[in-house]
């Protein structure tokens, strides 16, 4: 994207309403809903068998990830075929075993072999799993292993963890609470480890404090957000549940800085007792230029499902509102071909081709 594009952006769609740094620990800017929407068609993906849950794309490649598959955590298939790869990550607590697996879509091309970050909560273990050594194998092959003390250290597993180099990785931490006093909380961070995971090196502060609020105990949804690396490693964006807000965490600076689009709740007005539960944000993607996001916007108890995508540039400029032609409640993003995928409520898979969109800018 040429840097001349960025000039008028800022002006037209970020208003400067910088807001006070009270629960956020950040600035926050509003944005202006003045795009016109752009329509998107999608196609149907065949898989050769049973899947379910989390779903994640990389290449020619599909990950689903669920607690309901009997034996194993997660099953893989050919994008190309549609035929089914195998099933991974046994359960169990034997040495090629795991007790809980799970991963925040972080994929890594070594020397032409496909690598994932995944994370076993129980055991507290990191891995780097070589996924193309593994289908040949038809077992796990991890081509790293660290064992971290992050169970000794929080009473919750981690939300969220990214590698940033060889060397280092953040993760971030839930809303953690005093099992004897409710009210003693230990705010959620991220934390930057390095490759021994025996000691923080730096700690990016998301909140000043805890809301004051009734309902203690959903008292972290109000903070929730789904979260994504920059395939560069250099920042994290955030999609709020409870808010229509992108947040982008600079790793360099530690610049935590919001983007919420206007005319929507803000905390003290979620914080009430008779305010009724939205959702506006129900997940999000990047590549190394854009954030995609999943804009939901419906109540709380209903389907998650949408079919509109925003579209931001990691600046947090708003390029682009688009709406696909399914209904979906899960999106991925697959960085080698630059295709959009859709999981719907019937477990159907459709890709978009997103550049259509996007190519206007180049």
Not at 80 to 88: P, T
Not at 90 to 104: A, M, N, T, V
Not at 144 to 163: E, G, S
Request: glycine share 4%; hydrophobic share 35%; proline share 2%.
């Amino acid at each position: 994207m040429k840097r001349i594009f960025f000039i008028p952006v800022i002006f037209l769609f970020v208003c400067c309403n910088q807001e006070k740094k009270d629960i956020f620990n950040g600035e926050v800017y509003t944005l202006e809903d003045t795009l016109q929407r752009k329509f998107l068609h999608g196609t149907h993906v065949i898989l050769d068998g049973v899947y379910d849950g989390y779903m994640s794309v990389y290449d020619s490649l599909v990950l689903f990830e669920s607690y309901k598959y009997p034996a194993h955590f997660c099953n893989l298939f050919s994008l190309h075929s549609g035929k089914h790869l195998g099933d991974f990550f046994r359960k169990g607590q034997g040495p090629d075993e795991f007790l809980d697996f799970s991963h925040s879509e972080q994929y890594f091309n070594n020397n032409g072999e496909i690598q994932l970050l995944g994370f076993d909560a129980l055991k507290g273990t990191v891995y780097l799993i070589n996924l193309t050594k593994s289908i040949i194998t038809n077992t796990i092959q991890c081509d790293t292993v660290i064992a971290t003390d992050w169970n000794r250290k929080h009473t919750l597993p981690c939300a969220y963890m990214f590698r940033t180099d060889k060397d280092h990785f953040v993760i971030r931490s839930l809303l953690e609470y005093s099992f004897l006093d409710k009210k003693d909380y230990k705010l959620g961070a991220y934390y930057l480890y390095g490759k021994s995971v025996d000691s923080i090196e730096k700690t990016y502060i998301l909140y000043n404090r805890v809301p004051d609020v009734e309902r203690v105990q959903v008292i972290d949804q109000y903070l929730s957000s789904m979260d994504m690396i920059r395939p560069d490693n250099s920042k994290i964006a955030m999609a709020m549940k409870m808010l229509a807000q992108i947040n982008i965490l600079d790793l360099r600076n530690g610049k935590l800085t919001g983007f919420r689009i206007k005319n929507t709740p803000d905390y003290p007005e979620v914080f009430r007792k008779d305010y009724t539960w939205q959702l506006y944000y129900a997940d999000i993607r990047a590549s190394d230029k854009y954030i995609f996001a999943l804009y939901s916007n419906t109540h709380w108890d209903n389907s998650w499902k949408s079919d509109e995508i925003h579209v931001f540039d990691w600046d947090g400029n708003w390029l682009h509102k688009i709406t696909l032609d399914q209904k979906v409640f899960q999106i991925s993003f697959d960085p080698v071909n630059e295709l959009l995928y859709g999981l719907t409520d019937m477990d159907e898979v459709y890709r978009y081709e997103i550049n259509k969109v996007l190519k206007n800018e180049e």
